[in-house]
């Protein structure tokens, strides 16, 4: 064994996504353990430094923003693969594409009949007042009743080993790009482990995600318009828009390249005059999709696009007003949903979710602030969270006032302990923490991407995988307990 | 494939930017060169070089003396300058970012090099010391792209907005150094027409046609035939001629061309109509500010026709 991962323990704290108990390679990942403890050390950082060379070359980067200024930063990956065995992985499939129907039949009856409103399964209030509810939206019913068509739900492995939900991103959720070319580096530098593995493929996401916008086309085309819409390359994800639109053939717009005609029919702007658009993948949140409807001040836009989406001439990709499902109030009863409108038990667990608006759970929170995770219902990228027993008593007291202050925006949890794998730091190998994004595509069908994008967070003992706060990512692998 | 007018208008623009860059360091480099040659007390000031690129007023904000390191240091380093090279080549990669769907891989990795190389060493290549190597690295790279480009580039609309951006700078850059030439001999009370030969020579060597022209009209270097070579000869890649067909040959095959043609044709005629070894230094003077004004029109109209479109 080389004598990087000679200090290397599963002290049983934590689920070890590779390293059994015992100390020896769990089943699924015998073979890479094996293969990547025999490697010299500088065999190690050689593979390492080949990664971040092929990340150069490809392009992969992310911007992040700070201090007033855009940086483009090369993505950050550590080459130690996560395994999940498959078997493990088509349970957790199942339930993520069980979740993917259920919140697109919630969308769908909140826009028009409520139902489970009325019938009293989650409170009126919660949904109608949150800032995710967009009255424009009222009374759509977009095709196959899907709003939702990609969505990215986040989920952590606890002590057990069992997946809980983290949360459903459900507005416009990124990183699926870098799932891809992480598969790429990993083919790159450790190709004598796809010969004895047999992997789960991955890259055939661009033309899944083709076929699902494709359905959605108001005309019926064989190769349907569809325009990725970005807000532009000072976004933190453009890289990805950029990939994406390659990966399928489709156009990359910005705002001002659209334009709604008078027969409501949106067009986009070419050398050869306007040509149609069928469907707009749009990668901007609803807040700046129509200045007509959200927003006034919005540039990122196109004037009229509701119009257009509401008289079924153009299909939007995650539908207008879908946020309203990714709230972390409506989180906690997800299961609820569930059982009311697929008659079925979720297969997937949620994280046992404190309401601060409940006056029993609120007392429950404030009074174990040190135990809990709190989060603002919503906000995403990891901002604006306290994590209980990481805080300081200020920071904590800080957090109580504003859960008194405006308890309908704060939720707690449990600290769930999030699962390790070994990575690779500096010239040793330790444990990190880490999460998964798996992605689901829904349209007529449902299809569960095998695996994810694994984030890790590189700093020790951290719990913040992302990418903007010192988040790194690992290839995700779903392997065939074959042999 | 269809090529979205914001595409289109970015890689026109690219295609001028590193035209730009491109000749403003040819002039330069021709420039020095004749200055080193003419003897102290006779040469021509380098505010010749602000006034070819029209940038008296942006020159003017940042410095006072039109001494030598002053508008080297606006032509190579000044940010500000739109005529800089500086300026030029961060242009083009900014369009060049927004764009790499639509080019080679390759552009954008030497692009950004260029960028890159730019940024390191302009600054300390102000002075003749440096400057040599600095605006050769300059043409060698920006021909390395535009060759990678004319050799890789699929001929669709991509293409043609580049070629047309190429083009219209290039005639735009050829008539300024023209006027140069003229400019600086319009002076006549300074006795240099021993010197006129050289400046000639050089203005030439800054197109890359010297070589040409010796084997096309002679090894004599005289005003009128440079003016008429340089206008006319359909054969030299940098005459005004070979630019204006150019232009023309890319916009034939674009839908609503009519407007546009109709300006590349009217400014072919008037480039036929003139007659260099008649014209008198002033009627060259003005014939070139009519013939810029006339390429101004022609890319205001490409750019409303095909890249801000009215959405009907």
Redesign the interface.
């Known amino acids: 064994m080389n004598k990087s991962w000679k200090s290397y323990k599963n002290t049983g704290d934590f689920f070890d996504e590779l390293i059994a108990p015992g100390g020896g390679p769990r089943v699924v990942a015998r073979r890479l353990v094996n293969l990547l403890q025999e490697l010299p050390g500088e065999e190690m950082a050689a593979r390492r430094a080949a990664a971040e060379l092929a990340i150069r070359d490809m ?1 992969i980067s992310f911007t992040i923003y700070t201090e007033g200024k855009n940086i483009d930063r090369a993505w950050p990956f550590d080459i130690i693969p996560r395994v999940i065995a498959a078997k493990d992985w088509a349970a957790v499939s199942r339930g993520l594409a069980q979740r993917s129907r259920a919140l697109n039949r919630f969308i769908d009856d909140i826009y028009n009949k409520q139902k489970i409103l009325a019938d009293g399964i989650l409170p009126a209030d919660i949904v109608l007042d949150s800032g995710n509810y967009k009255p424009q939206c009222a009374g759509m019913s977009p095709r196959y009743g899907a709003w939702a068509h990609i969505c990215g739900t986040d989920l952590v492995r606890d002590k057990d080993g069992k997946f809980y939900v983290l949360e459903d991103n459900l507005r416009v959720p990124s990183g699926v790009s870098y799932m891809l070319e992480n598969r790429e580096i990993t083919k790159r530098v450790l190709p004598e482990l796809f010969e004895n593995y047999s992997i789960q493929p991955v890259d055939d996401y661009p033309s899944r995600l083709y076929k699902t916008l494709a359905s959605l086309s108001p005309r019926d085309r064989r190769r349907p318009c569809i325009a990725v819409l970005t807000p ?2 000072f976004n933190s994800a453009y890289f990805e828009h ?1 990939f994406l ?2 990966g399928m053939g489709a ?4 705002g ?2 659209l ?1 709604v ?1 008078d027969d409501e029919c949106v ?9 149609r658009v069928d469907v707009i993948y749009r990668r901007i949140d609803d807040d700046f999709l129509d200045p007509e409807a959200f927003r006034k001040d919005s540039v990122l836009g196109i004037p009229g696009v509701m119009r257009a989406w509401k008289a079924g001439n153009v299909a939007i990709a995650n539908a207008p007003g879908s946020g309203v499902a990714d709230d972390k109030v409506v989180y906690a009863f997800v299961p609820d949903m569930i059982r009311y409108y697929l008659k079925e038990e979720p297969a997937l667990a949620s994280v046992k979710t404190y309401l601060c608006m409940k006056e029993k759970d609120r007392e429950y929170v404030l009074a174990n602030l040190d135990k809990l995770v709190v989060k603002p219902a919503n906000e995403s990228g990891g901002y604006g969270i306290m994590v209980g027993p990481h805080a300081t008593r200020a920071k904590r007291a800080e957090f109580g006032r504003l859960i008194e202050k405006n308890p309908r925006n704060y939720i707690a949890q449990p600290t769930l302990s999030l699962s390790t794998a070994p990575t690779y730091i500096d010239d040793t190998v330790e444990p990190r923490h880490l999460d998964l994004r798996p992605f689901i595509l829904h349209s007529k069908e449902t299809w569960v991407t095998p695996g994810g994008l694994t984030r890790v967070a590189l700093v020790k003992g951290s719990l913040v995988v992302n990418s903007s706060q010192g988040g790194g990512s690992k290839d995700t692998w779903i392997v065939e307990a074959s042999k | 494939m ?5 595409v ?1 208008d970015r890689l026109y623009w690219m295609a001028r930017y590193l035209e730009r860059a491109e000749d403003t360091a040819r002039l330069t480099q021709a420039y020095t060169h004749l200055v080193m040659d003419i003897p102290g007390g006779s040469e021509p000031g380098w505010e010749i070089l602000v006034s070819i690129l029209d940038a008296e007023a942006a020159y003017a904000e940042h410095f006072r003396v039109h001494n030598e390191l002053n508008v080297l240091k606006f032509l190579i380093a000044d940010t500000d300058n739109p005529g800089g090279i500086s300026t030029s080549v961060r242009n083009a990669r900014e369009n060049v ?2 764009t ?2 639509v080019l080679p891989g390759e552009v ?1 990795e030497h692009v950004n090099e260029l960028y890159l190389y730019t940024r390191e060493n302009a600054e300390k290549s102000v002075g003749r010391r440096n400057r040599h190597e600095f605006l050769h690295q300059i043409v060698a790279r920006c021909q390395m792209i535009n060759g990678m480009m004319m050799s890789t580039l699929c001929r669709d ?1 991509a293409y043609r ?1 580049i070629k047309v951006g190429h083009m219209l700078e290039r005639a735009d850059m050829t008539t300024r150094v023209i006027d140069v030439g003229a400019g600086a001999l319009l002076g006549v009370d300074r006795h240099h027409t021993a010197v006129d030969p050289l400046i000639w020579a050089s203005l030439l060597q800054s197109l890359s046609a010297m070589g040409t022209y010796r084997r096309t009209i002679g090894p004599l270097v005289e005003a009128e035939s440079v003016v008429e070579f340089v206008f006319q000869e359909p054969s030299l890649p940098r005459s005004v001629r070979f630019c204006l067909n150019g232009i023309r040959q890319e916009l034939v095959p ?3 061309h009519r407007e546009a043609l109709k300006v590349v044709d009217r400014t072919r005629r008037k480039l036929s109509r003139f007659k260099a070894d008649t014209a008198s230094r002033e009627q060259l003077h003005r014939f070139i500010d009519g013939f810029q004004v006339e390429l101004n029109t022609l890319s205001e109209i490409i750019s409303q026709t ?1 890249f ?2 009215p ?2």
């Open positions: 392009g532009g390359i950029s639109a390659r156009e990359l717009v910005e001002p390249d334009f005609d067009y986009m702007l070419t050398v050869d005059g306007p040509e | 269809s090529m979205l007018s914001r289109a970012r927004t790499r769907d954008w609309h907005f674009l839908h609503n095909w801000s479109p959405q009907e």
